[in-house]
């Protein structure tokens, strides 16, 4: 093979990656790294999987508790619920990708965070949704609305796990860049949680899941000479979700996590093969080789820098003893999925791909997963506060009382009933589902248990515009009251940070003073939060969302009996207020 | 008597119908893989709902071919039960055990909710325990459940009383205003000539489980399990 | 070898999804479109034999599998790989 | 006039359903079964006009909806009506 054309700086550009970070890889390699290599970093020093702008603030969240098995640091969180249960959650956002593609965006996302569950070894019992869009009136926001919704329904039904919750807002702020955060709760024995670690040198790396295509690699770093012209009309910038797939994978996986000699598990998201294959041995203090052309795929010609990077949807990785890789390969093979042997652990504390018989990447796992530098980006108090918080009451026109007033606030699209939506999502399935949509939390039994876990998602973002510390506050405080007015103690929250553009200091003020308000309160009330995701970027044209630090908290009941709902049950009742 | 659930790779529903078979009736119940060949000694065989094959090119058309319907049509013959549940019905139509066929909802999207049944033909093994024209409340859940068959087919299943159960309102009455999905003549579920094959869209293993407050689901349960009337 | 197979509905049985494409356009602005049928498409690539066999083998799916029969008729057209 | 419009998946992309009734094929005894693509077929029944205007109504509606551009691709034909 002839010696690969040298990396120019338009290649660094196009792979977000700053000049100093570039100097800094060479730095910390000792040499320059080639094209597979400078797509690795990319991928694992992007905002996205190294939450570099964010980190900083993320590590003031509380997350210890006595109940805490798991916190941040995992695919989902773990909290112990009693006689050797565990609830495993985490709340994750597909904001662009459903942009672009209302249906498929929001599809994989639910995929995605489905995988997260049942990679803990989590059988999922219950999603919820929080989704924000823009003007209503717009014939573009309908059509995103519409699909989105479709798209959690096409996925949540199709795998069988019911969509119980959630909350949608409508705000022209969304108008260019909507949210769909998705949550998922399941239910795992204590004793037997699944951690992404890649330990025991001479371990088997297993592939298993859908075949790999070129999904998610974008053409505009494909400008090298290792490329010809005809591959960018076959690089999908979307990814089709198969349900169908994922569910195979969900009982497959179940399955085998029963036998004692999985050592590890984590699933293919973003960055694919690479953040997973990193991130296990990151954490295992090992190394892994793999070998490409073990991996199996589904389009021809495809090289190591593009299986490395490809993004296709259901498929996860498994860390075997040694000696049982035959008896994993049956179990996946029994279920119908393609599976293989692709590497093995190592105590080199190295990643090693081979391709087509050669060494076409070899890094130190901490510097890749570790090295980027966590940016301290600067905060500034916004200029628009100035005004905004400032109100004059008199100034305010008061709309007449009675029956108009009432009808035109619920007749608003975010206040109105939003059953047309949850009809469409199957929120029986399972037999767990206590309280159905509709009420102030979705409450689920625990099979074989008197107990039961109720959900709340909450965040009004316009709260958070005007003061982000105290709205971020009020979100956990609303999901809270949800909880405890069905009945629920508050045991543990997940949150998701939807926020503009992070070198923004005024936005980078939003988030600092939201992750403050969230911790703040978590503290004084005791509830750990452990887990989450961060959504960074999400402006267009220079508009920003709303600070959207969307926030779900999950509560236990010790006795299901004695949830409540949030109906009028009976003419006669007497309706009383508590707190000022 | 011998309980079997079917999992056809995508079914979802089989752990329901398997929990309330097992745990509430206390019935002899197993598992039975799609890729099992034989159904011996069974006397109720259930294909539940689900999403067999992703409900792909059609729901239900893929799971027929499974290497379990063999012996799934060799126990409806031989005079088994055999019972569709949604997806199951899917397959039932699909595999011509049942005739018509299920198309999109009208609507065109998924609807998930609580419908009112009435009970046409309280004589078969799945609805002795109902009286004749009773209103039972029994969640769907489903995009493709809108029941067609030609004029002819559906002329003689009038005739012959085996249409089991219609869409209707909470007082019984058929009509459109109650039909969730277009059905034709508000069919939910349908019987075979002999009388040992049920399929049905609408889901009565989620409404039998006591520890819920709607439990019309236990009257079909009731009549396979020679039970009377529960009371109250 | 390449088969195309087109399956639609057939003559009788509703499509509710083709009148609501039909409403789409018309609310579009498309006041020329008088109707719509929806139907599928499948391209399927075989192994190349003789044309007859070709065509009995490709009958046979689309009577087994990849039509309804009792909803959909079915045709096909067979033509060398590209 | 008659629009004869395919919509399908654009190379590259994921077809779940395609996948799925391929492995069908050859699990019923079809080995011949290379590779299968589903997509849609749509018929369109449109006042006549002259065949240029009567194409870019059709590509118009064809972009605005009858395919998703992100992941789909058409083609049509435009002949007299029956
Ligand atoms: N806002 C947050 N609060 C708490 N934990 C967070 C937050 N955002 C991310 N995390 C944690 O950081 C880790 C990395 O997040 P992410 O990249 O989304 O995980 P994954 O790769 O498993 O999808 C996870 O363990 C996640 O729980």
């Known amino acids: 093979m002839s010696a690969p054309p040298p990396i120019t700086a338009e290649q660094v550009a196009q792979h977000g ?198 999904d998610g690699i974008h053409g505009a770093v494909m400008s090298s000479a290792e490329f010809d012209d005809s591959t960018e009309e076959k690089r999908p910038t979307v990814q089709v979700g198969d349900p169908f797939m994922e569910k195979l994978l969900l009982e497959a996986c179940l ?113 890749v ?75 689920l039994r625990i099979p074989d248990s008197e107990k039961a876990l109720a959900i709340s998602v909450d965040c009004n973002s316009r709260y958070c515009y005007l003061d982000p510390f105290q709205g971020a506050q009020i979100a956990v405080a609303e999901s809270c009251r949800n909880l405890v007015c069905s009945g629920a103690e508050p045991v543990g929250v997940t949150n998701c940070l939807n926020f503009g553009n992070p070198e923004n200091p005024e936005i980078m003020w939003q988030f600092e003073q939201a992750v403050r308000g969230l911790g703040d309160f978590c503290r004084f009330f005791n509830i750990p939060v452990v887990s989450g995701n961060v959504s960074l970027y999400n402006e267009t044209k220079g508009e920003a969302i709303f600070p959207t630090p969307t926030v779900a908290v999950v509560g236990l009941l010790e006795d299901r009996s004695r949830h409540m709902t949030q109906w009028f049950k009976q003419p006669g009742h007497r309706i009383g207020v508590l707190g000022l | 008597m011998k309980c079997g659930v079917v999992t056809f790779p995508g079914s979802n529903c089989d752990r329901d119908c398997f929990h309330i078979l097992k745990n509430v009736y206390g019935a002899d119940t197993h598992w039975i893989w799609h890729k099992d060949t034989s159904l011996d000694g069974f006397d109720l065989v259930v294909l539940p709902g689900g999403f067999s094959y992703g409900d792909y090119l059609r729901a239900g058309s893929i799971a027929r071919f499974s290497p379990i319907m063999k012996a799934v049509v060799d126990h409806a013959n031989r005079g088994g039960l055999l019972w569709g549940i949604c997806n199951g ?100 579920g349908l019987i075979n000539e ?17 520890v819920w407050p709607q439990t019309d689901g236990q009257k079909l349960f009731d009549s396979l399990f020679h039970k009377t009337r529960v009371q109250a | 070898m390449l088969a195309k197979i087109h399956v639609t509905l057939k003559q009788g049985v509703l499509d509710p999804q083709g009148k609501a494409v039909h409403h789409a356009l018309n609310d579009l602005g498309y006041a020329e479109v008088r109707d719509v049928h929806l139907g599928r498409y499948m391209e399927i690539e075989l192994d190349a034999v003789e044309q007859a066999e070709a065509e009995a083998r490709v009958r046979d799916m689309c009577e087994k599998l990849l039509a309804n029969t009792v909803i959909e008729s079915y045709r096909f057209t067979l033509e060398p790989a590209n």
Request: proline share 5%; charged share 20%.
């Open chain 1, 17 to 214: 990656l700053t000049k100093a970070e570039y100097q800094r890889i060479c730095d910390l390699l000792g040499r320059k790294p080639n094209l597979a290599e400078l797509g690795i970093f990319s991928a694992m020093w992007s905002e996205h999987c190294s939450y570099k702008s964010s980190k900083p603030h993320l590590k003031t969240l509380p997350t210890e508790g006595p109940r805490v098995l798991q916190g941040p640091g995992e695919n989902a969180g773990v909290v112990d619920i009693g006689d050797g249960l565990a609830a495993v959650f985490k709340i994750e956002s597909h904001n662009h990708p459903s942009f672009i593609e209302p249906y498929q965006g929001a599809a994989t996302g639910v995929g995605g965070i489905l995988r997260d569950i049942f990679t803990m070894g989590a059988r999922p019992i219950a999603l919820l949704n929080s989704l924000r869009f823009g003007n209503p009136d717009s014939p573009k926001m309908r059509y995103l609305f519409n699909g989105v919704v479709k798209g959690i329904a096409g996925y949540g039904n199709c795998i069988g796990v019911p969509t119980v919750g959630g909350d949608i807002y409508f705000d022209d702020c969304y108008d260019g860049n909507i949210l769909v955060n998705v949550f998922c709760l399941g239910l795992a024995r204590a004793d037997k949680i699944f951690l992404g670690n890649a330990s025991g040198v001479g371990n088997a790396i297993v592939y298993v899941g859908s075949k790999t295509g070129r």
């Open chain 2, 194 to 210: 002999a009388g040992n094959v049920l399929g049905m869209m609408p889901h009565p293993e989620r409404c039998a489980d006591p």
């Open chain 2, 89 to 188: 019905f899917q397959i039932l139509v699909e595999a011509g055990l049942l005739p018509g066929a299920l198309l999109d909802n009208h609507t065109q999207k998924y609807m998930c909710r609580y419908v009112h049944l009435k009970v046409e033909n309280a004589g078969t093994a799945f609805t002795r325990a109902c009286e004749p024209g009773e209103v039972l409340n029994i969640p769907i859940a489903h995009a493709q459940g809108s029941y067609y068959a030609d004029a002819g087919t559906l002329q003689q299943l009038e005739d012959t009383g085996r249409i089991v159960f219609r869409y209707c309102d909470v007082q019984g009455n058929v009509s459109e205003e109650a039909n969730p999905n277009g059905s034709l003549a508000n069919v939910a």
């Open chain 1, 369 to 443: 997963v570790h090295g980027a530098t966590e940016t301290h980006r600067p905060t500034r108090k916004p200029k628009y506060l100035e005004t905004a918080q400032h109100l004059n009451l008199h100034e305010i026109e008061v709309l007449g009382r009675g029956d108009d007033a009432l009808k035109k606030l619920l007749a608003s699209p975010t206040i109105a009933s939003k059953e047309c939506v949850f009809d469409q999502y199957d929120h029986m399935v399972g037999l767990n589902t206590l309280v159905l949509p509709g009420s102030d939390a979705a409450v």
């Open chain 1, 255 to 367: 399955e085998i996590m029963q036998k004692d000699w999985v050592v590890g598990v984590q699933d293919m998201g973003a960055a694919g093969l690479t953040s997973s294959a990193f991130e296990m041995a990151e954490r295992a203090d090992s190394g892994v080789s793999l070998d490409l052309d073990a991996v199996p795929v589904r389009e021809t010609g495809m090289n190591a820098y593009e299986i490395m990077l490809s993004e296709s949807q259901e498929r996860m990785v498994f860390v075997i003893e040694s000696g049982h890789e035959e008896e994993a390969l049956a179990i996946f093979r029994k279920w119908d999925l393609d599976a293989a042997v692709i590497g093995r652990v190592t105590d080199d504390r190295h990643m090693r791909i081979r391709s087509h018989g050669e060494e076409v990447v070899a890094l130190p796992i901490e510097v």
